[in-house]
Every structure is written in structure tokens, then in C-alpha cells.
């Protein structure tokens, strides 16, 4: 069965810091999806970024860099230079290839407070 | 960019009633997922169709029960309803060809019982 961790339920930094999110995932299929949304106050859940197990390039987004080990089974997202409009809560999931309804399964989600 | 829609953003039931709650997905995906997030939970699955026919069943309960149209829109219906139904519901939808897909998720509907 799939399972995704995301240990530090929340975090509060000030602006301007650098941040780190960790997930740590599970798995038993070679082929799988990673992905990262953002749920800020308002509710909605916004899609940040999608990997797949076969790509472990690191990506940057602007001020978002996400790190992908499948050694380690961890797909970390940092935040640079962090602004208050990042304050909201982050979710890892994930997605097996070989399930037929491609379920995300979600970590517990970190909330993430930023300080001015 | 179109997004999904979902309807109604809040709904207010009494124990017992039934809700019904629809989603619209982006023009052209033709998958659509149920999740429900009980406050300060993540998201969890509840079921999902493709092309119309359930694809997956995640941890509805039986007094729910969905359907998606020929146009592709979809309907999560649920009965004597219970205090624990309260929570944030989203319908996500898809494109897909034979390989995971991002799923795009509505607003949410956030359903309140009394």
C-alpha cells in the first residue's frame, strides 16, 4: 500500500528565510507520481508540481526548488527567500501508475507560517 | 484558463437529510475524482470515473454514491447524513490517456451539518 509522510506538521519562519518541506513516501510499484499542492487560507488545493519516478532531476520554479532521491524515498520542496504570501498549508501525494483509478494519496500536509 | 467548477461552495444540512453536490470538470478531461478533507486532514479519496464508469472506490461510505454524465459532469449524492460528514469536498478532474495525469482541483464544497 501507498503512504506518504510529511513529518513537520507545521513550520513558521519570517520573511525572507529559506524553507524546507520533507516528504518521505512509500510504495511497492517501480512506476509512480509525485506531487506537490498548496492549500492556502482560502481552501482551494493548488497544483504546484508532478514528477515521475523515472525523473530525478531537481526542478526550480522561481523561488520553489523541489529534490527528488528515490534512494531515499524523499521528494523535499524549499521555499527561497520566503514571502507571506507562502503561508498556507503544503501537500505531498502521490500516485501509483498501475492503480486503475490513479488515486493520490496525500500526506498529513505541513502548515507553513510566514512571519513578515 | 477554464478550472473545475463545483456547486454549491457551502451547503447547510440537518442530520439525517440528503445533499447532492456536483462538479464540473475542465473542458475535454474526461476523469473525475471525489476526495473529502475533515478539518486539519489531508484529502482522502473517495471514488473516481472514467469515461462515465466508476474506475476506483476509496473509503465512501455507503450512504453516498456518485455518477458521472454523458457531458462528463458529476454528482456525489449523500443520505442520512451524519455530524462527521461535515467537511471540505473536492472533485478533481483529469486527462487521461494511459499514464497518471495531474488532477486539477474545484474550489470545494464545504458542507456543514447540524
Known amino acids: 500500500a501507498q503512504k506518504v509522510t510529511q513529518a513537520q506538521t507545521e513550520i513558521s519562519v519570517v520573511e525572507k528565510e529559506d524553507v524546507t518541506l520533507d516528504c518521505v513516501y512509500e510504495t511497492r510499484d517501480t512506476t509512480y507520481y509525485l506531487f506537490w499542492y498548496k492549500q492556502p487560507p482560502s481552501g482551494e488545493l493548488v497544483f504546484l508540481i508532478r514528477r515521475n519516478s523515472f525523473d530525478e532531476q531537481n526542478e526550480i520554479s522561481g523561488r520553489y526548488s523541489w529534490n527528488f532521491q528515490k534512494s531515499t524515498s524523499s521528494f523535499n520542496f524549499t521555499i527561497t527567500a520566503s514571502q507571506v504570501v507562502d503561508s498556507a498549508v503544503y501537500f505531498c501525494a502521490l500516485s501509483e501508475a498501475f492503480d486503475a483509478g490513479n488515486m493520490l494519496t496525500f500526506g498529513g500536509g505541513t502548515r507553513l507560517m510566514v512571519k513578515p | 484558463a477554464a478550472g473545475v467548477i463545483q456547486s454549491p461552495r457551502h451547503l447547510i444540512k440537518e442530520k439525517r437529510e440528503t445533499a447532492t453536490l456536483k462538479c464540473y470538470p475542465i473542458?475535454?478531461?474526461?476523469?473525475v475524482y471525489w476526495y473529502q478533507q475533515g478539518p486539519g486532514q489531508d484529502p482522502q479519496f473517495l471514488i473516481s470515473?472514467?469515461?462515465?464508469?466508476?474506475?476506483d472506490k476509496g473509503s465512501i461510505p455507503d450512504r453516498f454514491s456518485a455518477q458521472q454524465f454523458s457531458d462528463y459532469h458529476s454528482e456525489l449524492n449523500m443520505s442520512s447524513l451524519e455530524l462527521g460528514d461535515s467537511a471540505l469536498y473536492f472533485c478533481?478532474?483529469?486527462?487521461?490517456?494511459?499514464?497518471?495525469?495531474?488532477?486539477?482541483f474545484g474550489p470545494g464544497t464545504r458542507l456543514t451539518v447540524l
Open positions: 478533481a478532474s483529469s486527462l487521461l490517456p494511459d499514464s497518471v495525469d495531474t488532477q486539477y
Open positions: 473542458p475535454r478531461h474526461d476523469t
Open positions: 470515473f472514467y469515461e462515465k464508469m466508476q474506475s
